[in-house]
């Protein structure tokens, strides 16, 4: 496995370094980025990387992760190892020889609750108990501040404390405002939180589909989005081989990983979607959940009376599992196996704790589509799921549109959090218009940067080959920095206390012309760096006080600084702001001269 | 000349051809572009691409582009040709021998108002006479439509007819509500208008800096500026040859080109603010004038007891034009001559119909100086500068910020409208964060949305490398195309009644796997075309029922036919909502499960 190693991209960000904090209930060690500033104390920043960026990690994912939360499920108790399901033939496709992608190397026997326990945090949330999980993803949101600036925002209804304990988070997740995915078998989990009262997540989709894709490049897209900020990732990965890339991303994955679990299954079955069956399903339920999937996402609203909504539609169903199940519920006529089985879904959900992500199967695909009646009737059923889900201990949240002009994604919201009691809500998004592709990564931003203000709690990014293709490296990267910095702009608005930190030292920087520092504390150091030096390249230039958008004669910047000199020469900005106020009114406003 | 030539992009955009409509008032033509579709009418769209898109114009850009207003002009009468200003060696920073650019081939007398008349659109609005240029916009702004659907959207107190008419055009200019900028020496110009109860537009920065840029790179940036979307452009040159570029520019931009003219004054006096006198500023204000520069960034609004306000600022003063005349208030201790010369000023643009474009010298610069005392108090002093300019006549409308988080960015639409008595706002950006260097058209465009959807008329693009450096081709594309769509998500919300056509048409086009459709109803065909072709590059993969995103079984909108096709055959889609409607309740919710 030696020759993988090289394709996993490694080290620390530029003027960072990993710190970790410990924990005041739990023997924990939050890790965190450090990122230093010439003379300024370094600014400590959320960091969902996991050991990549570590300067010295022996990373090899032959090996994977260590193990996190073992410790912590062995003193929780309620939890048994045992053999765990076969791996069939079909759960790869079929793939053999050359063609099957290698299995694991190492096999750890599978955890599953005692008996018909929950071993979810939400059980133990409402038993008033505060896991290590709970206590980490306090810390974290935390980003090692001890105080919180003057509030500055607007929440709509969300309630961000200043700081975030322990019990808070308790409480958040008992309530069923937030979430912690975090299945019993992914042990190598750096555990983190979902919901409106904590910063606004970001999630990634990685996966292979009909055009291959190695195992090697799917763990390393994942790697790669968490390098630069993805808080989940969502391995969307369909064709052959799925199983066990699967185990490769997941043995190498600090981020709760997602799936849809009905595209395995539906390739278990040649692609027909006339003959899934429940069993068929359920099986690999258990399989995924084995595996140590943190969340599914479920289709089981899509139920068969609102098929027929979707007839006027611009562009019909345009969720891959909605559509699936559409066909599978026009086809048999009957209800979806989803729905009838969702009580039994939840059932083997509360024995690994896996989450679940309510799949908004009837999601519109256009702005003319956008908020009708389709979209609605399922957002209410997604709701009744989550009282039945909740009532089994199991962790919910909502997934969202899709295709929103701006003027309706404030419906979506309020709409969510009526009709599905503040589950976290999770959106795609939204696009909010159709007439950019190639830019969608933008297009979506603005809506979600929105719906994030708003109170969604995890934005599910877009890349720039949405609707054209498959997306690559780079394409990767650009739409996690994308809904990063939308992320950010709905924590800023929000009124999120520590938010405005990254702002103002960035900001200092610039105004100071601390150029590295500027690069350093920017989403993507790397780029801001290279775009620099196009036109400014040698080292000097780095001290230099303007750049080439105006030229040191026509820097309002260095300006500035004369300005202040200036001022402070003559007496002071302060006293002169007294003297100068409103002195000589020269004009006298000529009222109704325009009219 | 005719080495220059290949440098500049033509051609018309794939699958579309220019279409000119006729006047019913005036004799016009209005040039639009029509977008062939397959198995569907053409769609008309809005076209600020000139001749340059034409199939076979005759381009040379040594000649320049042909004379649309002289015939309008001559027949309103009330101008007068004049020597005018002779060029003086510092108008080009006295670049001489090979260091000059060479004066552009033709010299045209300047024009200018008799006497003391006003030659400006808001004086014939005034008069209650419709000038060609504003049947011209209203043809324009339709976009060949002869009726409009039914409604959808919040305006936020815009009032957008469903069709424009001339008279239309006429009172929104009699009431300062819109602009069109169009000085009489611009004859090349295609007149375009901005205001809130028209579409939202966009303007491109061009100009070069100290680092050195050519006279044929400028044009064809101008050029290319516009064949993404432009609808204006700003000539921010400085450094040497500035008035021969802009000679250039202006001869060959049939988009109203816009001017910093304290930028050329300031190179007049060596860089050396305190040396500005109100003479070397008047005497470029006619140099440009006779120009044909459509409209000029005054910053009168900075006033000498607001500087010291901006004391505790993160980031000063970040207006080049703010922070000039900071410096020179500040050294002189006087207010500034613009504001002392403000109605000299009027005097003059009145003369050659230059629109104000009152500059935000204030603007904030970090989103820690967003909405501040600095900021506001100069919007005030816009707001009594503009009925002065009203006044005499003149066009004006109104420059607004810069960096501004979410929850802040309506209140500058409210104080603008409050303040500044409905003159257009034109902002930047703004954008929404800080922390994303080398992302700042995607944090500004999230801002440009939604002030746009709020009411601003114009949106100044930010591109990829704002901060760090002057933008390439590639940026300038990448702007354009970032601000286009965030304008037309602005329109889509606003309701405005011809927006969606698009977005629909290209949905349509999406459902039918329509893929050319599909690219060349897109922004950026070019780009859309080649992402597809990364992972499907062949020509039969344009007539593919799915791309690489999901491959044929996974593709939702092939089974969105299926399911359609499905539904048909068993007896029709509605019959069958009835039929399943609300059928069979197999969860009765949980009430209170969550809780």
């Not at 108990?129 to 810390?139: L, N």
């Not at 019993?184 to 589909?209: D, Q, T």
């Not at 957002?379 to 899709?402: F, H, K, N, S, Y």
């Not at 500035?560 to 100068?580: L, N, V, Y």
């Amino acid at each position: 496995m030696k020759d993988i190693l090289p394709t996993i991209t490694t080290g620390p960000l530029p003027a960072s370094r990993k710190i970790h904090l410990p924990g005041e209930i739990h023997d924990l060690s939050v890790p965190m980025r450090e990122i230093a500033i010439s003379g300024e104390t370094p600014l400590v920043v959320y960091d969902s990387s996991g050991p990549y960026t570590c300067s010295n990690a022996p990373i090899d994912i032959a090996t994977g992760l260590g193990d996190v939360r073992g410790g912590w499920l062995q003193a929780r108790g309620e939890i048994e190892a045992y053999d765990g399901r076969p791996v069939a033939a079909a759960d790869n496709g079929f793939a053999s020889g050359a063609h099957l992608t290698p299995a694991f190397p190492q096999r750890r026997r599978p955890l599953r609750a005692v008996g018909d326990r929950a071993v979810t945090q939400l059980a133990y949330a409402r038993a008033g108990i505060i896991t290590p999980e709970m206590e980490f993803v306090a810390i974290r949101e935390n980003e090692a501040r001890r105080a919180a600036p003057p509030r500055d925002g607007e929440a709509f209804g969300a309630e961000l404390p200043d700081l975030v304990t322990p019990e808070f988070v308790r409480a958040e997740i008992a309530a069923g405002r937030a979430i912690i995915p975090a299945n019993i078998n992914h042990r190598e989990l750096e555990p983190m939180i979902i919901g409106r009262n904590f910063k606004v997540k970001i999630n990634a989709n990685i996966g292979n589909s009909a055009v291959t894709s190695s195992m090697e490049e799917e763990v390393e897209k994942m790697v790669w989005a968490i390098r630069w900020g993805a808080d989940t990732v969502m391995d969307l990965s369909t064709g052959r081989n799925i199983h066990n890339i699967r185990d490769w991303i997941i043995r190498n994955a600090p981020v709760p990983i997602g799936t849809v679990p009905l595209y395995q299954a539906l390739e278990k079955v040649g692609g027909v979607a006339e003959d899934l069956t429940w069993e068929i399903f359920r099986d690999t339920l258990i399989e995924q959940a084995e595996q140590g999937v943190d969340y599914f996402t479920i289709h089981a609203g899509v139920r068969l009376h609102m098929i027929p909504m979707t007839a006027k539609r611009v562009t019909g169903i345009v969720s891959r599992g909605g559509s699936i199940m559409a066909k599978w519920c026009l086809h048999h006529h009957r209800e979806s196996f989803l729905y009838e089985h969702f009580e039994e879904i939840c059932e083997i959900c509360r024995r690994y704790d896996v989450s679940f992500s309510l799949g908004d199967g009837l999601r519109p695909g256009s702005i003319a589509d956008a908020n009708d009646e389709a979209q609605f009737a399922e957002l209410r059923t997604l709701g009744e799921l989550t009282r039945i889900a909740w009532a089994r201990d199991c962790q919910v949240m909502i997934e969202g549109p899709g295709h929103v002009p701006l003027h309706k994604i404030k419906a979506n919201m309020d709409e969510q959090l009526k009709h599905c009691h503040e589950a976290p809500f999770y959106t795609l998004g939204p696009l909010t218009t159709d007439i950019a592709p190639g830019y969608d990564h933008i297009t979506s931003a603005i809506g979600a940067a929105m719906i994030g203000w708003f109170g969604t709690a995890m934005l599910c990014y877009v890349t720039p080959k949405e609707h054209l293709g498959l997306p690559d490296r780079d394409d990767v990267k650009t739409g996690v920095i994308t809904y990063k910095l939308a992320a950010h702009a709905a924590d800023l608005a929000k009124g999120h206390p520590g938010a405005q930190r990254r702002d103002d030292a960035l900001s200092r920087a610039r105004f100071d012309f601390r150029w590295e520092d500027q690069f350093n504390l920017g989403l993507d150091p790397d780029t801001a760096r290279a775009m620099h030096d196009e036109t400014m390249p040698k080292e000097a230039h780095k001290l230099a006080h303007f750049c080439s958008m105006c030229g040191p004669k026509f820097c309002s910047m260095r300006i500035s600084h004369d300005i202040r000199a200036e001022a402070e020469k003559q007496q002071g900005m302060e006293t002169m702001a007294a003297k100068f106020r409103e002195g000589g009114a020269l004009y006298v406003p000529a009222e109704g001269a325009g009219q």
